[in-house]
T-cell receptor, first 110, second 114 residues
């Protein structure tokens, strides 16, 4: 039970922003929201994580709803290299195990 | 900095054969994990080790055993391989509670059991 819900697939055009939604309506007060992505034929890689406030790093931004029941991963300018499966997960600071769901397959068109 | 290294990268086994998948990390992480990924599916946790000397079952532990040899190494053993264990196996490590909270994954071992 991944305890998060994501769309199966999304499409975008190159150099356009992409907003990947995630629903985690049963999240507890201490759970962090983690995003990973998996490029074809590779292991997953960390993208971003957050607790309550919106977060930015060199790869993406994470917008967290005020009630924390949903979040959105934002890729500001999609590139062909961003085509991957994106996984949204919830977990705590000492919760080392990551439970992967089906993820969202992102297709980026030239 | 190699990160997480898995060996071998590819392996074909006959039903009933045994083998050990090796994983090593050079980031001094306490926690290590083994996942499997079947075609078109997300990753499922097989076993994990929160720290050296401890191991615990994940979602799909049946048919596997693990050894946390030391802080660096975490191996996964298939005692009697079955076709249902055909999958891609990923090892990962992390430092839960650390500021970065980032898990690092290896490149995977593609195992086929015939």
């Amino acid at each position: 039970d991944a305890k998060t819900t994501q769309p199966n697939s999304m499409e975008s055009n190159e150099e356009e922003p992409v907003h990947l939604p995630c629903n985690h309506s049963t999240i507890s007060g201490t759970d962090y929201i983690h995003w990973y992505r998996q490029l074809p034929s590779q292991g997953p890689e960390y993208v971003i994580h957050g607790l309550t406030s919106n977060v930015n790093n060199r790869m993406a931004s994470l917008a967290i709803a005020e009630d924390r029941k949903s979040s959105t991963l934002i890729l500001h300018r999609a590139t062909l290299r961003d085509a991957a499966v994106y996984y949204c997960m919830r977990g705590g600071t000492s919760y080392g195990k990551l439970t992967f769901g089906q993820g969202t397959i992102l297709t980026v068109h030239p | 900095n190699a990160g997480v290294t898995q060996t071998p990268k590819f392996q074909v086994l006959k039903t009933g054969q045994s083998m050990t998948l090796q994983c090593a990390q050079d980031m001094n992480h306490n926690s290590m994990y083994w996942y499997r990924q079947d075609p078109g599916m997300g990753l499922r946790l097989i076993y994990y080790s929160a720290s050296e000397g401890t191991t615990d079952k994940g979602e799909v532990p049946n048919g596997y055993n693990v050894s946390r040899l030391n802080k660096r190494e975490f191996s996964l053993r298939l005692e009697s391989a079955a076709p249902s264990q055909t999958s891609v196996y990923f090892c990962a490590s992390s430092e839960p509670g650390g500021r970065k909270m980032e898990a690092f994954f290896g490149q995977g071992t593609r195992l086929t059991v015939v």
